[in-house]
């Protein structure tokens, strides 16, 4: 069960023609398919695009009505090799992931799909990770269009915008027998906004009805000879095909004067930036009606020369507004200009900055320098002649912490790594490889375990190199989304079969939690369409690993620690895994939270555990700290002249994991923690047993307290 | 070039002032999205279009997160909204942490000219603030200062701590703040409305924004005043307290702020051991303070540092503090445990054979200390976790009966150690008073550096060793103190003592 439920949100998916749909970019993506008649979804979960998989999960009840068949696929590449239904049927189909990453790991699948070609129409939605809140490697899905031919769309970043580029672009695929890429950015992604709705229409053919119906053509498959002809075939049909559906549907647009000695031309995802800085430099009104031409690329692949050109025809000065490297697009216009002939200045990267994301202000000091120097006039006089002084403001980037994510409160995940901390002060430092997803977090502070990532699932495989064994073994981590993803099969087998000697610690949460919680073949919830509830070590055993330990309850540190060291130190050669299991707690809280409130107020017996730090016991080192991370213990300053440094605090976000005690008991650290168990509704003897003692140890108490002086304690 | 004459330079549309740019930076788990719903749904519901966007990603677990939201008066076309605040264009910033604050300062989101900054004064301290031995938090008055200067308008107050009194979450107080500031143009009846439309947990929800209202609109209540009438805080029986009075009279004559301090001292000694524990820790102190030819700092500091280092943490005192009075109902209080619930208490302890041979009288243990066999055999015994439950009679009696072994404490090897090492550290400061006053202060505070147990303790102790070898490298400069304040502030930097061996090794390239 993914951690956000769109349970509520799916039933806006029903609305009709004529009804106003209100709400987030994805979920407006999602009507947008099904008003355009798709007959299969699919794709692999990640940020941005999580939450699309979600919706199309919690909508799969609304999907089987329509005929149309969602598959949560087991990687990008499986969702990529999917889209093979659409080369030979004429049915729509759409597959989801993340770009680039996501890209890189289809790119097998969609290169074959480009060069087949389609007779539906074909989709990929990629949610460009890029800029601020993305969490990996800054670059680019649009190389990935230019080399496997397949377009490319780039909508405006509003929701009519979005939903009308989903119905265009299918039609565009199947105008030019080509798959079409439409690259949703993180922002679009979660932007809200309201569009006017159609009715949801059923796919013309369904894939069951396709079943009954088999075609195959060898002409379609990517073998010689015909994989010539395939080539001449996207150059001489499908691209001219494309451009002209291109122009003639209008998917790209134009905005402003017609006339104007300069001009702008914008990716789609990126006209809102370009319009607030018009806006601010007075060039621009309120809705966007523009003093400066705007050729505005909805389409960012394939390019269209004439339409370019026609744009450029009269101006002197032209932008390139391109965010990423390398400049794909300024070069492919820099080039139609040159064939051309044309004396049109391009502007662009001399400009903007090449690598990082068009913040507000980036956009605005390229903006106003662009005007600058094409048409100085136009800039309202402020902005030509600044004269107002800027207050100073302190300089707080000294005293600011940077706040990069790290496991959250009672993560499993964190035992692990407090215990292979343990084991690292045993036998010291050891080549530690890890993989995608939450438990890459330790590689950062407090942690600073694992030193590389090498994609999704190839933790293991990354260690490849020092299979061969050496005084220390080497340790590679991943987790169970990236075991399904791509681990059991690139990382695994690759062990296995070069019988490498080095240790793999399986971080198993239950879910493919970094991404929200999705199910994965080994999670333990029943799933009633997924097979789920498939062990990690029976996969394992299958491969031919033997060396196999599994660790049930990752929060017992002391034998998370041992396990860890006998996988270090054993004689036994070959590979050697840890499978670690406990439940992502994020997703256990949400389950098991409600169901825990409702029994307290059932009037159920109910133990609710929470961890404590005695401040009078603890001396302020911070030894904890620096084995947990965990956001519920904190410091706090005592209110004791004799105290110079914080104490250990536990704040009541505590979800009682028992990591604290386990570590403090493991490492040795201090007997300041303590767990409190808080019983409600506690049995009738149970209540008189713990009233009974409780008088005794307070009659203890107090005997002791009235022969001695008593001092208030310091909390 | 010709200029065209539709491009003559005009003034920026009027109706761009009607847009209101709000940006929420909060961090991960804060309810930022919930608050910007609330935010989205009161302007559409008052004739506004409203955008809002977010950058969720990984960040959503502990990490800084950012919700945008644009709106303008309902017009015949929908208005282009941005999907990112800019830096110098934001009109009302609202931060649900303090270093958030200061992070939205920082990347330009608060500017004199427009921006009403709304933040919560509480603190969600990063990792790195949190694992250095020392003191690592960051300092909420440069950040508080820096927004005074930044913001049109700067509202601040506690309001996590005001959403948790009232059983919710931030998000509902914040909201409540944010129409209290008069920022956005709608009343009051409309933000509640508001928060009745999104139909989760209302109630609480409408309670903490009545509180983030009012404290928005009339300030913060002080929460000192509470402590002020804090209870008598020593109790005991007549001839004691008697004996208590005496040694604090004692305290008055010793110089300057001192005898404040001594006297927070003195109740920890006593507590500690005893009374004549006291008396020891106060002749001791006194024999300091006469060489106190200057303001009392030497004093003070010889008052403040000496109680520490006196009451060492030993098994004793662990064992009485899980037994005394006022714990359980501390815990209790702490845990919202009542009347109507049960409450089991679990301590994690875990006693190396160092701890235990620590116990053994003087010289034996030392024998047995020196003996790796013998400790090899203790440890055996009793070297493990041991879970006790001091809620159970048998549990609580073990660690009652060990918390009352003061008698027994004088004679321990622990003791000791603990005293050799206060006649040593004393004797230095003894040693370099005369000649150099500011040197014996910061020899004084370099106890601060021995804390912890087991093996955290011996890093300090042995970081205390390696400053106090630099005491004997620099004594005799002009600059011998600032030295040692740097040795000591380098110690508490890292665990391991990496910068203090740097700063070692500064030291070491000129003496």
């Known amino acids: 069960m993914a951690e956000r439920s769109f349970k509520a949100e799916v039933e806006h998916l029903k609305l009709g023609e004529g009804e106003t749909f209100t709400g987030e970019g994805i979920l407006a993506l999602t009507k947008a398919l099904l008003e355009a008649g798709v007959g299969y979804v699919g794709g692999y ?31 990008e590449a499986a969702a990529g090799a999917m889209l093979a239904a659409s080369v030979h049927y004429p049915i729509r189909g759409a597959v989801t992931f993340k770009g680039s990453v996501g890209v890189n790991v289809a790119s097998d699948a969609l290169a074959n799909l480009a060069s087949s070609g389609v007779t539906g129409g074909a989709m990929i939605i990629v949610g460009e990770d890029y800029g601020e809140g993305s969490s990996i490697m800054q670059e680019r899905t649009h190389a990935f269009a230019m080399k496997s031919q397949f377009w490319l769309l780039d909508p405006r970043p509003n929701l009519p915008s979005i939903v009308k580029m989903v119905s265009d672009g299918f039609d565009l695929s199947e105008a030019s027998n080509t798959p079409v890429m439409l690259m949703v950015r993180i922002r679009s992604c979660h932007v809200t906004g309201t569009f006017e709705c159609k009715d949801n229409q059923r796919p013309g053919l369904t894939v069951r009805d396709a079943l009954s119906n088999p075609r195959s053509d060898f002409s379609r498959v990517v073998l010689p000879p015909m994989s010539y002809a395939h080539e001449q075939d996207k150059i001489n049909n499908r691209w001219p095909a494309a451009e002209k559906f291109v122009r003639e549907r209008g998917l790209n647009e134009f905005f402003g004067p017609k006339q104007a000695s300069l001009g702008i031309v914008v990716q789609g995802g990126m006209y809102n930036g370009v319009i607030r800085a018009l806006q601010r430099l007075g060039l621009a009104d309120i809705h966007g009606e523009t003093q400066i031409p705007l050729y505005v690329l909805n389409v960012t692949y394939p390019l269209i020369s004439d339409e370019f050109l026609e744009f450029c025809a009269g101006k002197d000065h032209v932008l390139v507004v391109e965010e990423g490297q390398p400049e794909f697009i300024e070069t492919q216009l820099g080039s139609f200009l040159y064939r051309a002939g044309s004396q049109v200045a391009l502007h662009g990267k001399d400009l903007f900055p090449m690598a990082g994301e068009y913040t507000g ?49 009672g993560c ?28 890459l977090f330790a590689a950062l502070p407090p942690f600073e375990i694992g030193g590389a990532t090498m994609g999704y699932g190839l933790g293991p495989a990354a260690n490849g190199a020092f299979d061969g064994g050496g005084e220390k073994r080497p340790v590679a981590i991943i987790g169970d989304g990236g075991f399904w993803h791509n681990g059991l099969s690139s990382s695994f ?34 799933n009633p369409t997924k097979s789920t509830k498939n062990p990690i070590s029976k996969a394992l055993k299958g491969v031919g690993i033997d060396w196999v330990r599994e660790v049930d309850r990752t929060y017992d540190v002391a034998r998370m620690r041992d396990t860890i060291r006998e996988a270090l130190t054993t004689p036994e ?64 300053k005592l209110d004791d002249p004799l105290r110079d440094d914080p104490v250990a605090h536990i704040d009541q ?53 009235t022969r001695r002086l008593e001092f208030r304690v310091a909390s | 070039m010709t200029v065209h004459e539709s491009l003559a330079p005009r003034e920026a549309d009027p109706r761009l002032g009607g847009i209101i740019k709000l940006a929420i930076l909060a961090v991960g788990g804060q309810g930022g999205g919930v608050l910007t719903n609330w935010i989205e749904g009161v302007a559409r519901a008052n004739g506004y279009a409203a955008q809002a966007t977010s950058v969720a ?24 909204f941005s999907l990112m605040p800019a830096a110098g264009d934001v009109d009302i910033m609202m931060t649900a942490e303090m270093m958030e604050a200061g992070r939205a300062i920082m990347r330009g989101f608060v500017t004199p000219d427009r921006t009403v900054l709304i933040s919560s004064s509480h603190r969600a301290l990063a990792v790195s603030e949190k694992t250095v031995p020392g003191d690592g938090i960051a300092s909420s008055e440069e950040v508080k200062a820096a927004a005074e200067v930044a913001a049109r308008r700067f509202i601040c107050a506690d309001f996590d701590s005001l959403a948790v009194r009232n059983g919710s979450v931030i998000s509902a107080t914040l909201f409540g703040a944010l129409a209290a500031s008069g920022a956005l143009p709608f009343s009051r009846e409309a933000f509640e409305e508001a928060i009745r439309a999104g139909g989760k947990g209302v109630e609480a929800s409408l309670r903490a924004f009545a509180a983030g209202f009012e404290v928005a609109s009339q300030g913060e209540e002080n929460p000192l005043a509470e402590e002020a009438a804090a209870p008598a805080d020593v109790t005991g029986p007549d001839h004691l307290m008697r004996d208590w009075q005496a040694l604090i009279e004692r305290t008055r004559a010793l110089p300057g702020d001192a005898a404040d301090m001594a006297e927070a001292g003195l109740k920890k000694v006593v507590s500690f051991q005893d009374l004549a524990y006291g008396r020891e820790y106060l002749e001791r102190l006194e024999g300091i303070a006469a060489k106190d030819h200057r303001d009392g700092t030497l004093a003070r500091e010889a008052a403040k540092y000496l109680a520490n280092a006196m009451a060492y943490d030993d098994i004793i005192r662990v064992a009485d503090a899980k037994t005394r009075t006022g714990r359980r109902e501390r815990i209790a209080t702490e845990m919202r445990a009542g009347e109507a619930q049960v409450m089991q208490v679990t301590e994690f302890l875990h006693p190396r054979a160092e701890e235990i041979v620590s116990m053994l009288p003087a010289k034996m243990g030392a024998r047995w200390a020196a003996n790796p066999k013998r400790m090899a055999l203790v440890d055996k015994l009793f070297n493990r976790g041991r879970r006790m439950r001091t809620d159970r009679l048998s549990s609580f009696m073990a660690l009652y009966f060990l918390g009352g072994l003061k008698g027994w404490r004088r004679r321990t090897l622990r003791h000791a150690d603990e005293m050799a090492h206060v006649d040593a550290w004393l004797g230095r400061v003894t040693e370099v008073v005369d000649r150099d006053y500011d040197l014996a202060v910061e020899v004084l505070r370099c106890q601060r550096l021995v804390k912890g147990y087991s093996d955290t303790h011996a890093r300090g102790q042995s970081k205390f060793a390696r400053v106090m070898e630099g005491v004997g490298l620099v004594a005799g400069r002009d600059d011998a103190a600032d030295w040692i304040r740097r040795l000591r502030e380098a110690a508490l930097l890292d665990e391991g003592g990496k910068a203090l061996d740097g700063a070692l090794k500064t030291v070491r390239s000129f003496v």
């Not at chain 1, 609304?62 to 969602?70: D, H, K, P, T």
């Not at chain 1, 604290?660 to 509704?681: M, Q, T």
Request: include cysteine; proline fraction near 7%.
């Open chain 1, 493 to 526: 087998t690759n062990m296995s079969f070069n019988k490498s000697d080095g240790v793999a610690i399986v971080v198993d949460n239950y879910y493919s939690a970094a991404t929200g919680g999705q199910d994965v073949m080994s999670s333990r919830a029943s």
């Open chain 1, 45 to 75: 979960q990640g940020a941005p695009i999580s939450h699309l998989m979600d919706v199309l999960a919690d909508a799969e009840e609304l999907l089987a009505e329509l005929g149309v068949r969602f598959e949560a696929n087991a990687n």
């Open chain 2, 57 to 80: 990603g990984v960040a959503q677990r502990t990490g800084a997160t950012v919700y945008y939201v644009e709106m303008a008066p309902l017009g015949e076309h929908t208005p282009i």
């Open chain 1, 653 to 705: 976000s505590c979800v009682g994991c028992g990591n604290c005690g386990e570590v403090a008991d493991a490492a040795i650290l201090c007997p300041s923690f303590y767990r409190a168990d808080v019983v409600h509704n506690p049995g009738g003897f149970e209540k008189w047993w713990a009233g009974l003692r409780s008088r005794v140890i307070d009659w203890l108490i107090q005997r002791r307290a």
């Open chain 1, 361 to 409: 202000a980036v956009m605005l000091d390229a903006l106003e320098g662009f005007i600058r120097q094409a048409e100085p006039g136009l800039l309202p006089a402020a902005v030509r002649a600044p004269n107002a002084e800027k207050p100073e403001i302190p300089d707080l980037s000294k005293t600011v912490p940077i706040r990069p994510p790290g496991f959250c409160t």
């Open chain 1, 573 to 636: 050669k070959g590979p050697k895994v840890i499978v670690a299991s406990s439940e992502c707690m994020l997703n256990r809280q949400r389950r098991e939270k409600p169901l825990r409130n409702k029994a307290i107020k059932e009037g159920r017996r109910v133990e609710a555990p929470r961890f404590g730090v005695d401040s009078e016991v603890c001396t302020g080192d911070h030894a904890c700290m620096r084995l947990s991370g965990c956001p519920s213990l904190s410091l706090k």
């Open chain 1, 412 to 439: 499993p995940e964190r035992p692990i790594f407090a215990a292979m901390k343990l084991v690292e002060a045993e036998l010291g430092k050891h080549q530690i490889a890890a993989d995608i997803g939450c438990h």
